[in-house]
């Protein structure tokens, strides 16, 4: 029995898939939607909500920023509560029983079967499409840099004081691109070099699948969430990165060819 029935929007959606830009963009927490079956998983509406049902102002930069450099755009249909897509599937925090100090009723005691059944309804479309997207601009010989919207939340142990984050593993040449040219552009702007998190292994999926193992320069934008819950902030956020991205696009052929340090 599939996951999401016939009449459900799908696990992915894609924006703009012929978009121009070298940039494909991606939102791995674009939503907080739940698939039916599940129900409400032991949550209320504003529990689901939160921050840990989805990347709060996420989904909309990112949805300003495809338009503003015609990029592609691939975004989840459904909440990280049902199975986080940007985790590798059978992590701990993949599908979580427990996710800041909130319990998960629905996510506890699950059999394989329910776990394999979010892995195949959500996770993978969702990382299947990205997968064409970047196979077939490969295959045409276009390049792609893989950027991540996501967003945090200032409230999380310790003051988060950031405004932006901007976030890697292994490869730091399209971050560096960024922290320089926020910095540059907007002294003002407090931006994280590879803050409130860095990039890993276990903690994430899109930078080290899509980003290290296929060598394309990426980066993972962390916006903090109190600047873009509404319509002014995620303009404003759009049209930053947007910027940054036009300042330093024209090197990125040379920046493809610098090695990973
Ligand atoms: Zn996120």
Redesign the pocket.
């Known amino acids: 029995m599939s996951l999401l029935e016939p009449d459900e929007p799908p696990a992915v959606e894609i924006v703009n898939p012929q978009g121009t830009s070298e940039a494909v963009l991606i939102c791995?927490?674009a939503s907080a939607r739940l698939p039916r079956r599940l129900g409400d998983l032991g949550l209320s509406e504003a529990q689901r909500l939160e921050h840990i049902g989805w990347?709060i102002g996420?989904a909309a930069v990112a949805r300003r920023l495809s338009l503003a450099i015609d990029a592609p755009l691939v975004l989840t249909g459904y909440s990280r509560l049902a199975i986080d897509c940007?985790r590798p599937p059978g992590v701990p925090t993949s599908i979580p029983v427990l996710t800041g100090s909130v319990e998960v009723p629905g996510n506890r005691d699950l059999s394989e079967a329910d776990k394999a059944a979010r892995v195949t309804g959500l996770f993978e479309p969702y990382h299947a499409a990205i997968a064409a997207l970047l196979d077939g601009r490969a295959a045409a010989g276009k390049a792609s840099a893989v950027l991540a919207i996501?967003?945090f939340t200032p409230h999380l142990g310790d003051a988060r004081p950031w405004n932006i984050g901007v976030t890697y593993g292994r490869d730091r040449r399209l971050a560096g691109c960024f922290l320089e040219t926020l910095q540059a552009f907007w002294p003002g702007i407090v931006v994280g070099d590879n803050q409130p998190y860095a990039v890993t292994d276990s903690g994430d999926y899109a930078m080290p699948v899509y980003g290290e193992r296929r060598g394309l320069l990426h980066v993972l934008i962390e916006l903090r969430q109190d600047g873009v819950t509404d319509a002014t902030g995620q303009i404003r956020w759009a049209d930053r990165l947007a910027a940054c991205w036009r300042q330093f696009a024209g090197d990125l052929p040379a920046l493809a060819l610098q090695p990973v340090s």
């Open positions: 791995d927490h990347d996420a940007n996501h967003s």
